[in-house]
């Protein structure tokens, strides 16, 4: 079998650092290319066989090097807070602007199968700023020629951070508490490495739909 070339927006993430590892380490795959915006440590990954491509880049001028843009596949991990990002206009580029011109990009250069990570009630026309981005992202990226697009939908994220977000750790807690009722079960959280593997999981399926939506309690 082929080995696989695999690309990755927002490797640095939680879920992206277990999907970067995840590739690393896994036969199919011959060479994994991960975009950046600044310098990681060497010893950040396992790459006994030496697959890992790292590339430092400029997102806010995409065009400029979106000839490295070549593969089989895509994982879309990027993805900020409002908190993080400083403003709506900041967190737009992050969460819609940027996957969205990457994955263009990558479309027209020839990588034809995508994996997104978007949120449990993710929807265009959602009251919610983010769940917005996160619905506006999930069309555009539809709206490409992929021969096979996947999307998840988590909720909460379980894994270790570089930065705490206190509103999703009080979130966890409350479902440890909760998580019984019923409305509540479909909003358990999920290890960043589980996520990870569902989206490898779904790209590796040769006889998959073109399009795979899979909602959180679909997941585990």
């Known amino acids: 079998m082929k080995q696989k070339i695999a690309l990755i927006i927002g490797s640095t993430g939680l879920v992206g650092k277990q999907l970067t590892q995840q590739l ?20 950040t990954y396992q790459d006994p066989k030496n697959k890992l491509q790292i590339h430092l880049v400029d997102f806010d001028d995409i065009a400029q090097w979106q000839s490295l843009l070549h593969g089989d596949e895509l994982f879309c991990c990027i993805g900020t807070t409002l908190k993080q990002a400083g403003s709506k206009s900041a967190q737009r580029k992050v969460d819609l602007e940027i996957p969205t011109e990457m994955a263009q990009y990558a479309n027209q250069n020839g990588v034809h199968k995508v994996a997104l990570i978007s949120s449990a009630g993710a929807n265009p026309e959602s009251a919610s700023f983010y769940l917005r981005l996160k619905g506006q992202l999930e069309q555009n990226l539809q709206a490409l020629n ?13 894994g270790k951070r570089d930065n705490l977000r206190f509103g999703e750790q009080l979130a966890i807690s409350l479902y440890s508490v909760l998580k019984y009722i019923p409305i509540i079960k479909r909003y358990r959280p999920i290890k960043a490495e589980q996520v990870a593997k569902r989206m490898r999981e779904l790209l590796s399926c040769e006889q998959a739909e073109i399009l795979v939506i899979e909602e959180l309690e679909q997941l585990f």
């Open 24 to 43: 690393l380490l896994d036969e199919k795959y011959q060479t994994v290319h991960i975009f950046v915006r600044r310098e990681i440590a060497a010893d």
């Open 146 to 158: 992929w021969k096979q697009i996947a999307i998840v939908r988590p909720s909460f994220l379980e």
